[in-house]
């Protein structure tokens, strides 16, 4: 059998057949191949990762930090357009999606998921709009974008520990770099500016409640 991971035609199939079009509830604008329900989605993904080595399908939801993050681009064009955009660690892709809404020149959505990279493109076809996917991890790499988003990436010690030195110095290179995170343990205490808050609609099924205060940083110097 042909891994789901990677043939994007068989991944097209199992998202939509696991999934529904809608919209998250901070960000109507945009439509995403959404998990209606956790634990069935859960269910199936555990299933098919016995046959072909599928890690739990967290780019099925939109979740808070990525909800707020969008919001705030949504609402700030002027940030994006005209101009070169990665959203890292990018999940189902809603955050690049909005940079391409809002005229960035190019976008790129960095995720080392496979079948999230498959979702990130069903996602960016579902909206007309153009994301270009990397399936590698970047982290380290050089600075080629002006503005780095990154939505809720501080969950773990050894994520944060991995990606922190490099966003950092992607801002002191000249990127604009900014996170939302709703409150996680591992979130750095220094080095960010605190530029926006958000309260976004959550599920039980992610979140231990149904709505989420979520803040949007930038990384200083």
């Known amino acids: 059998m042909t891994p789901v991971s990677d043939s994007f035609e068989d991944a097209r199939a199992f998202i939509q057949a696991n999934t529904e079009i809608d919209s998250p509830p901070a960000c109507p604008e945009i439509?995403?191949?959404?998990?209606?329900?956790?634990?069935?989605?859960?269910?199936a993904t555990e299933a098919a990762l016995m046959r072909v080595n599928l890690p739990p399908p967290y780019w099925a939801f939109c979740w808070a930090g990525g909800q707020a993050l969008t919001r705030w681009m949504l609402d700030n064009p002027d940030l994006v357009a005209g101009k070169r955009v990665l959203d890292f660690a990018a999940g189902s892709g809603v955050?690049?999606?909005?940079?391409?809404?809002?005229?960035?020149a190019k976008v790129e959505a960095a995720e080392i998921d496979h079948m999230a990279c498959h979702a990130i493109r069903l996602n960016a076809e579902l909206n007309g709009v153009q994301v270009d996917v990397l399936?590698?991890?970047?982290?380290?790499?050089?600075?080629?974008?002006?503005?780095?988003?990154?939505?809720?990436?501080?969950y773990e010690a050894p994520m944060t520990a991995h990606i922190w030195p490099w966003l950092k110095r992607l801002a002191a290179e000249g990127?604009?770099?900014?996170?939302?995170?709703p409150g996680r343990a591992y979130l750095p205490k220094?080095?960010?500016?605190?530029?926006a808050g958000y309260t976004?609609?959550?599920?039980?099924?992610?979140?231990?409640?149904?709505?989420r205060d979520v803040a949007i940083y930038q990384i200083v110097g």
């Open 31 to 43: 439509k995403l191949w959404t998990a209606t329900e956790a634990t069935a989605l859960w269910e």
């Open 175 to 181: 990127a604009t770099v900014i996170m939302a995170d």
């Open 190 to 195: 220094t080095g960010l500016l605190k530029i």
């Open 200 to 211: 976004v609609v959550t599920s039980l099924d992610l979140e231990d409640k149904t709505r």
């Open 95 to 104: 955050t690049a999606i909005a940079a391409a809404m809002r005229g960035a």
């Open 135 to 154: 399936s590698e991890d970047i982290v380290g790499g050089p600075c080629r974008w002006d503005v780095v988003a990154a939505g809720d990436v501080c």
